[in-house]
């Protein structure tokens, strides 16, 4: 039980940090995204070699960079996770937290269609009922919109997309991070010594975002150290249900601290989203227990 507190407290921080991410970013938003998105790399590579040098752990990342197999999976990890992290950034800087909060909503049923597409995994009727109604969700925030919501779509599909090849993979967290930023890293440190943008954004640096721009690694590898943590310590359908945690946050951010307007049109399209995602979950409750009682 004590183990599972620890678990539970462990994701539960990990969820609530992820939920306030764009408060941190927003600090930064007098400077170019991709300037941002470069220091993130940088600074995150920079802090989980770090960790793994100090733990002793840092052969892992040399056998995964040796090992062919992973690679092939762990570049386009790489790539997912670059266009994750760099709209994301982008949409809480320029007002579309809310198109971002959809997007994590739906992360999980994107994540129940690659399984069924790529892994052949078994569902149920329900499971493709939350499928259906996330769908209409998405088409009314598209006709209320007037454009097709990019940003929601990108995020979701990006991050599930990650998932799957980290799954492939079989890199555990902070050994994937420093892997993948540490891939990444040249590409990041060639904009930012030859991009006319990273020199406008240079010229405004204060001492204030130069330290959190420092901090962009611990920021972005923390709630990873804490999520697997506990998700090692929890059942799969509790860390299913915190999951929603942090788009949650996210929406009340856009709305009360941002005053990104909540239109009648968002709110169903929000409502179709969550009433799929509470039968997803039902579903999801249902098979794990199943599973249980014939082991």
């Keep these: 039980m004590k183990d599972r507190n620890i678990g539970l407290f462990s994701t539960l921080t990990c969820y609530i940090l992820w939920g306030f991410l764009p408060l941190y970013w927003h600090a930064l938003e007098n400077l170019n995204s991709v300037f941002i998105l470069a220091n993130r790399i940088i600074w995150s590579a920079v802090f989980t070699v770090g960790l793994l040098l100090i733990t002793k752990k840092f052969g892992d990342v040399k056998a995964v960079l040796r090992d062919k197999k992973k690679m092939c999976f762990m570049i386009p990890a790489a790539i997912s996770i670059t266009i994750n992290w760099g709209v994301y950034i982008w949409a809480v800087n320029s007002g ?108 405004q640096l204060t001492p204030l975002t130069t330290v959190l721009l420092v901090f962009t690694g611990v920021v972005t590898a923390t709630p990873l150290i804490l999520f697997t943590f506990g998700v090692n310590r929890l059942p799969l359908t509790t860390v299913g249900f915190l999951q929603y945690l942090s788009p949650t946050i996210q929406l009340l951010i856009g709305v009360l601290v941002f005053r990104e307007v909540l239109t009648q049109d968002r709110i169903i399209a929000f409502a179709f989203i969550a009433v799929a995602l509470v039968l997803y979950t039902i579903g999801m409750v249902q098979r794990t227990r199943k599973a249980h009682l014939q082991a």
């Design 96 to 203: 579309h937290l809310l198109d971002s909060s959809i997007g994590y909503y739906m992360n999980p049923l994107v994540v129940f269609a690659i399984g069924i597409v790529l892994f052949h995994e078994t569902s149920s009727v329900m499971d493709w009922i939350s499928l259906g109604l996330a769908t209409v969700g998405v088409l009314i925030a598209t006709i209320a919109y007037g454009a097709f919501p990019w940003v929601a779509i990108v995020l979701a599909l990006s991050f599930g997309i990650y998932g799957t090849l980290k799954k492939l993979a079989g890199v555990g967290g902070l050994t994937s991070i420093a892997v993948e930023t540490l891939l990444l890293a040249p590409f990041a440190l060639a904009f930012l010594a030859f991009a006319p943008a990273s020199h406008t954004s240079l010229l």
